[in-house]
């Protein structure tokens, strides 16, 4: 039995927290019933301060607010600034929330990693934008490139089902049951793809792998973190191979310089298989997107590295709409002209070099990771919740 796949939806692809930003505030000051937001990161600066006014008022007229948070990524929120929002009738969840050791963060793996709006059971917003000023382009050189999702329609209530799910009081969310990668042909289709460490460990890259084999013509993949799995690997060089036109918008100004390393390490193997990449070098690349022909897309909080692929909770929209499809390749094709440039097969010396350390260290790491990664810190993550402290009566 799959996950349900929803037709009659709507969409509208979000560039950068310009776009989203207003979008969220919007909904969440039109709610009449519920808020659910699940964030990986949400700062305490201005981006921050606007969404927690907007959930507070919207709490305090009634509407149920729960706002998720990971123990990680949003480690440096005050006292202050969550009693703000208890106070005012909201709910704030706190993803395995660990105190630091000696000042270093010890929560590092199995994060919540997922990005995801959803209001009244009837609108909903997906993608890789944290709550952050740094997914403003004000913000300068380090803003980060970034898309969401907003949907409408039967999908946006599955949405909502799932976060409501996840705070739910002892968590007993249903067994949802596994995916699959099957998808009905025309405009408006699509569902939520998650990836978690119980039954859905390799759904999200299971559907960018059924993709990529049933592409026809045209695979276009604009990823942040780019190091995936050996069979994700081999379906990317081997739809080029086919004749498939297969393109890769990589980082080339990182956040991380490491993860700039890690890519580069499979760039030979790749553009000897007829892979075109590019590297986009306007400012960090944070996007997690993909189009394919004419009508697949998807549009969410997963990488294609081990971390997103094996560790992390992760949640994505898959597409089945040729006007999405449009905007995402429209975007991403304008992205290639304007701020990227190609990357050139290496000469013979270092191609070498590069072929006996990735044939030989990184493919093997590739092939052994997912399960290595079983061997990784494996406690049950937990989930704190804060509400409105109980006030001690005036003396």
Not at 192 to 218: C, F, K, M, P, Q
Not at 325 to 352: F, Q, W
Not at 368 to 373: D, Q
Request: proline fraction near 6%; charge should be positive; charged fraction near 30%.
């Amino acid at each position: 039995m799959s996950l349900p796949w929803r037709e009659n939806n709507r969409y509208e692809l979000l560039e950068n927290g310009t776009e989203f930003f207003p979008e969220v505030l919007r909904a969440v000051a039109a709610a009449r019933r519920e808020v659910l937001i699940e964030t990986f990161i949400l700062f305490e600066d201005a981006v921050g301060r606007e969404l927690q006014r907007a959930l507070i008022d919207a709490a305090r007229r009634g509407v149920s607010v729960d706002l998720t948070v990971d123990g990680y990524g949003s480690d440096s929120l005050s006292p202050a600034f969550v009693e703000a929002l208890t106070a005012s009738g909201a709910r704030l969840h706190v993803f395995d929330p660990r105190p630091r050791f000696l000042g270093v963060r010890t929560n590092l793996f199995r994060r919540m990693h997922r990005k995801i709006v959803a209001v009244d059971g009837e609108l909903a917003l997906v993608g890789g934008i944290n709550f952050a000023e740094d997914h403003l382009p004000e913000h300068g050189p380090e803003a980060k490139q970034d898309y969401a999702v907003r949907v409408e329609g039967p999908l946006a209530a599955d949405i909502a089902d799932f976060a409501r799910a996840a705070v739910a009081p002892g968590n007993p969310r249903r067994r949802r049951p596994r995916a699959v990668e099957g998808t009905p042909a025309g405009d408006g289709g699509g569902r939520l793809v998650v990836r978690d460490n119980e039954a859905h460990t390799s759904d999200i890259e299971r559907y960018y792998r059924a993709g990529v084999r049933a592409a026809r013509r045209d695979v276009l993949i604009a990823n942040a973190y780019f190091f995936p799995g050996w069979r994700l690997l081999h379906d990317l060089a081997n739809a080029a191979r086919r004749g498939v036109r297969v393109r890769l918008v990589l980082q080339g100004e990182p956040d991380m310089l490491i993860a700039r390393l890690a890519a580069s390490m499979l760039y030979d193997y790749l553009i000897d298989a007829g892979v075109e990449i590019y590297e986009y070098c306007r400012r960090p690349l944070h996007a997690k997107v993909a189009c394919v022909d004419d009508d697949w897309s998807t549009v969410g909080s997963s990488n294609l590295d081990p971390f997103s692929l094996a560790l992390n909770l992760e949640a994505n929209v898959v597409a089945r709409d040729s006007r999405l499809n449009a905007a995402l390749r429209g975007n991403l094709d304008r992205l290639i002209a304007e701020d990227c440039k190609p990357v050139p097969l290496s000469t013979p010396s270092r191609r070498r070099l590069r072929r006996l350390w990735v044939g030989v260290v990184v493919f093997h790491f590739l092939r052994r990771f997912p399960a290595w990664a079983g061997s990784l810190p494996a406690h049950k993550p937990r989930l704190k919740s804060f509400a409105d402290p109980p006030r001690e009566e005036a003396a």
